[in-house]
Structure formats: C-alpha cells, structure tokens
C-alpha cells in the first residue's frame, strides 16, 4: 500500500522560510517521480514542483521560480519542498504527490497517489 506522509508546515512571517518532507512507503521509491501541489482556499489546486526519478531532474513553477526548490533522497525515501522568501499568497495546504505508475513524471494531476496534506500559512 503506497503511502505519503507530509510533514514541516506551519505558520511563517512573510520573507521566512519553511521545508516541507515527504515520506513515501509501500514501493520502490526511487523509481518514482515526485511531486508537489498546493490549494489555497477557494482555488484549484496547482502545480508547484517535480523531481524525476533516477537523475533526477526538476521543474519549478514560475510563480516560485527562484524562491521554491525541491530535492530528495532515495535512502530516505523522502522528497523535500525548500520554500524561501515565503509570501502571503503562498498560504495554501501543500500535498505531496506521486505517479502511479514507475518513470513517469508529474504531467498531470491525474493518476497521482496523494499525501494528506500539510498547511503552510504565511503572515503579512
């Protein structure tokens, strides 16, 4: 049974910084992409930031380009969310996602296995 579990958010001044974790189980992680979305209250969710398996390669969003990163660690089976220079728009629960299926990237939201969810509020 494939499980994410987020960890890391909470309340930040504007300019801070947060690291959001997410651990995987129940297959082989490294096979798999990894990715990050938000949903700030009353919108859709959207796409944050993705790690391919293997070599890892990454994409950002461009509403965090610059500020956002995203790493992991195969030995830990966990990916990480670096968030700096935090805005008040960035105030959104933060879901942790993965693909269903092994080496495919984070295209979509569709076909994801999804975490639970960790709240990130940052203050003005």
């Known amino acids: 049974q494939v499980q994410l579990v987020e960890s890391g958010g909470g309340l930040v001044q504007a300019g801070g910084s947060l690291r959001l974790s997410c651990v995987a189980s129940?297959?082989?992680?490294?096979?798999?992409?990894m990715g990050w979305f938000r949903q700030a209250p009353g919108k859709e969710r959207e796409f944050v930031a993705r790690?391919?398996?293997?070599?890892?390669?990454?994409k950002i969003a461009d509403s965090v380009k610059g500020r956002f990163s995203i790493a992991r660690d195969n030995a830990k089976n966990t990916v990480y969310l670096q968030m700096n220079s935090l805005k008040p728009e960035d105030t959104a629960v933060y879901y942790c996602?993965?693909?269903?299926?092994?080496?495919?990237?984070?295209?979509?939201?569709?076909?994801?296995?999804w975490g639970q969810g960790t709240q990130v509020a940052v203050s003005s």
């Open positions: 129940g297959r082989t992680f490294r096979n798999f992409a």
């Open positions: 790690i391919d398996w293997s070599h890892g390669i990454t």
């Open positions: 996602a993965s693909p269903a299926r092994p080496y495919r990237t984070v295209a979509t939201q569709d076909s994801l296995y």
